[in-house]
């Protein structure tokens, strides 16, 4: 089979994917083979790329986040048949979507929503999960009371973060956003209220001295301090990036709580996998509800070119929404 894939890790200036011809994917027992449709770029694409090379010959495959049908089953498959269309995100440890077909564990998987395209499918699974787990697997309670503030709002995780709150909650939801074009689409996701970079004091100037949760996706150690001040006494920060160094001696006074989060966890431990499918579930009938929308803000054609256009777009931490590659 044709896949996209390359043998030691690199940066983009040195960009080395390259397309070759591999043996076909064989499923194991728990197993589908999904021929892919379509795949969505993410920063955990690049981040790999720079630091994981092949150990036995084979090439390195990124790619976790796709949409496609399935092909064959593996012996002990449940719930899914030949010729389903299905949407998911993939084991970090496993070879991944820039293939195509992939073999995926099924209980990572769930049908895609029938009212969109494998198109915008594929823009929905590893945002929308790492959104789901961060806020609604902590036990944290939402009332109308509660606030919470998402840094960096027009991300693939800040958008879909919102449009979960706003469709399963009563909460405020604040995000941030710099730019005119970032401040449109996060408005247009359904944050209640789009704030800049002096957060603080956006916030008093919005009459909000202080919120319940924080979720940080980018430059979280930039902003403890002023996290640090808004957060009300016993609230909590939720993380997904991966700064150097997170000192919270400063978190102790307010008793604020830290989680962090990181969606490929559960496939790579084993821990709860079925999780992620019955998620998937729920989020397709969201959307075919109007509910929740697809973040799809870019589509690019199934070539080498797209795939270097989108690291660099990611690279750069100006991409809104998510990039999608069309397989065909």
Not at 37 to 51: G, H, L, Q
Not at 121 to 143: D, V
Not at 213 to 234: G, K
Not at 273 to 280: K, M, R, T
């Amino acid at each position: 089979m044709k896949t996209y894939g390359y043998m030691r890790a690199h940066d983009i200036q040195n960009f080395s994917i390259e397309e070759m011809n591999i043996k076909t994917a064989e499923p194991g027992s728990l197993d589908v083979i999904v021929r892919v449709k379509a795949i969505s770029f993410n920063p955990v694409d690049t981040k790999i790329r720079e630091v994981r090379s092949s150990e036995d010959e084979q090439p390195q495959i990124l790619g976790w986040d796709a949409s496609g049908i399935i092909e064959e089953l593996g012996s002990e498959v449940t719930s899914f048949s030949k010729g389903d269309e299905v949407f998911y995100a993939g084991d970090l440890t496993r070879p991944g979507s820039y293939s195509e077909l992939q073999a995926v564990d099924y209980r990572l998987i769930a049908k895609k929503p029938v009212s969109i395209s494998h198109n915008e499918a594929a823009a929905l699974p590893l945002t929308s999960i790492t959104a789901w787990e961060a806020l609604f697997e902590r036990g944290f309670e939402y009332t109308a009371e509660t606030k919470v503030l998402i840094i960096g709002g027009a991300g693939g995780v800040g958008s879909m973060a919102t449009q979960l709150l706003k469709a399963l909650t009563p909460a405020t939801v604040i995000v941030t956003a710099s730019r005119e074009e970032t401040q449109d689409w996060c408005g247009s996701m359904g944050a209640d209220y789009v704030i800049g970079r002096d957060i603080e004091k956006d916030l008093i100037e919005k009459g909000i001295d202080q919120v319940d949760i924080v979720f940080s996706t980018t430059h979280t150690d930039q902003y403890l301090d002023v996290i640090q001040s808004i957060l009300r006494p016993f609230g909590s920060l939720v993380l997904i990036d991966d700064p150097e160094k997170l000192d919270i001696v400063s978190f102790k006074v307010k008793a604020l709580s830290v989680h962090w989060e990181l969606m490929f966890t559960k496939s790579m431990f084993g821990y709860h996998p079925e999780q992620q499918g019955q998620f998937f579930a729920k989020l397709a009938t969201l959307v075919d509800q109007g509910k929740v929308k697809s973040t799809i803000n870019m589509t690019l054609p199934n070539s080498i070119d797209s795939i270097r256009k989108a690291h660099k777009l990611l690279e750069s931490g100006k991409s809104i929404g998510k990039i999608v590659m069309e397989r065909s």
